[in-house]
């Protein structure tokens, strides 16, 4: 008897394909279906209103776009509030057969994989997560945006050899912008300008003095002038920006149902607060009021870090299975090319993932800390190096994260010793287990008696 061939059934009998651009957007609806099954709509607002009119039209419910840029920011928050249910799509997993390439294609394509259940979407957090995490986004581009003109500043005090640098550990900190607005405002002595310094401030007033001598120059004088007016604006733009951000946590409601009698949650001890770059809100305190747990008593997950990642991964851990899916997503697990049931390569890919860098930011932080985690990665650091302990690391963290928000459970640590104690328990088996297996019997050592 002759087999027939398996044939690929419709998944999506309603589906429609999306080809976005700056300037137009080209849909497709697919064959058999009354009208034009192929249109292209500009991208001004009453154009997207139209393009949705015309899937509605056409009976669609579900629609499938490739992730270009921030093009298809505008016509996916429409279709979605349409109650169309939307895929985006990773580029790489929409590419055409060889051959002319067109936009009219391009969407019948995408339209043709969506209706046999070839794609995937991508995974994007709720409303009120995309706005924090829009927020905190603008907030790392600030930052990014602030540190040139401190470049600037120690290059134009370098070319009129004002070694303010050297004495000083941040020329952006308490004295060094004392001294730099007393410059900037027409002071000159060396002796004046070091009585300035802060009182916490390891380096001694004549040392200061000494360094805040050299050649006053007025173009390097100018370009001071314009390098410090500009980080204060982009610091005066962070201080408006914290204040949106704590503005939203307010108005976000607590994710988490709390039973009357349920113990108020004591928030893990946090060190001082060191860096210049911190949000002006209790940020710890926000993030335990919104999810119901303290992530930040992971060590190496500070409140900033806690919040990052929380922006980007959201709190509904039900998008993914298993830990294994949510680290695959954040590119943390290896990818292993397999052929004829044997591996033959095995790497992590690059990736731009922010929570996986975040991860991987916190597994960096606990290489010398006495926490589980900090052994750990030193046990991995001595079998591979610190890239293969940074990543085997931050992969055992995202796992423990996800752990946490899916079950609600808290986080304890058993601290290096008990980590090395429980390691000895799994070499000891998988001696045994392997002394078994040759025919041997492992028997440990009986204890010396200590003589009198």
């Known amino acids: 008897m002759k087999q027939s061939s398996a044939t690929i059934g419709i998944v999506h009998p309603n589906a429609a394909g999306l080809d976005i651009g700056a300037r137009e957007i080209w849909g497709s609806v697919g064959p058999g279906r009354e009208g034009e099954t192929v249109k292209v709509f500009q991208t001004f607002t009453a154009d997207l209103q139209g393009l949705a009119d015309w899937l509605v039209g056409h009976g669609v419910d579900t629609v ?65 997560m995309c706005a924090l995490r829009a927020y905190l986004r603008h907030r790392d581009q600030l930052l990014t945006h602030r540190a040139p003109h401190i470049l600037h500043m120690q290059k134009a005090l370098q070319q009129m050899n004002i070694q303010l640098a050297q004495v000083l550990r941040d020329i952006t900190g308490l004295t060094g912008l004392a001294i730099l607005r007393a410059i900037v405002s027409g002071e000159r002595d060396g002796l004046k300008l070091a009585q300035l310094r802060d009182t916490r401030c ?18 390097h004088l100018f370009a001071l002038q314009q390098s410090l007016e500009l980080y204060d604006f982009y610091t005066q733009q962070l201080v408006h920006c914290d204040r ?156 423990t994260v996800y752990h946490l928000l899916k079950f609600r459970v808290t986080f304890n640590d058993i601290g290096a010793e008990g980590f090395e104690s429980l390691q000895r328990e799994r070499d000891v088996r998988a001696l045994q287990k392997k002394a078994a297996k040759l025919g041997f019997l492992l028997i440990p050592p009986e204890p010396i008696p200590i003589s009198t």
């Open 64 to 128: 499938a776009m490739e992730s270009t840029g921030v093009y298809w920011i505008p016509i996916f928050e429409i279709l979605e509030a349409r109650g169309l249910q939307v895929y985006l799509v990773n580029a790489q997993r929409l590419k055409n057969v060889p051959g002319r390439k067109s936009d009219v294609q391009d969407c019948q394509w995408i339209q043709k994989l969506h209706a046999l259940g070839l794609l995937t979407a991508s995974f994007r957090p709720d409303a009120e």
């Open 202 to 219: 390891k380096s001694p007033e004549a040392v200061i003095a000494k360094a805040l001598t050299g050649d006053w120059k007025a173009e």
């Open 244 to 399: 949106q951000i704590e503005r939203h946590f307010a108005a976000m409601q607590p994710r988490w149902d709390s039973l009357p009698d349920s113990p108020p949650i004591v928030p893990s001890p946090s060190h001082p607060k060191t860096s210049k770059n911190s949000p002006a809100y209790d940020v710890q305190a926000e993030l335990i009021r919104l999810v119901g747990l303290d992530l930040t008593a992971v060590d190496g997950i500070g409140a900033c870090l806690a919040q990052t990642i929380l922006s980007e991964i959201g709190t509904d851990m039900s998008k993914w299975p298993t830990d294994k899916h949510f680290a695959s997503w954040l590119g943390l697990a290896p990818h292993n090319d397999i052929s004829g049931g044997k591996v033959l390569k095995s790497r992590i890919l690059p990736t731009h993932n922010r929570a996986g860098q975040a991860f991987r930011q916190a597994a960096t932080a606990v290489a010398r800390s006495q926490s589980a985690f900090g052994a750990f990665y030193r046990r991995k650091r001595a079998q591979s190096g610190p890239r293969f302990a940074q990543v085997a690391t931050a992969h055992k963290m995202a796992r």
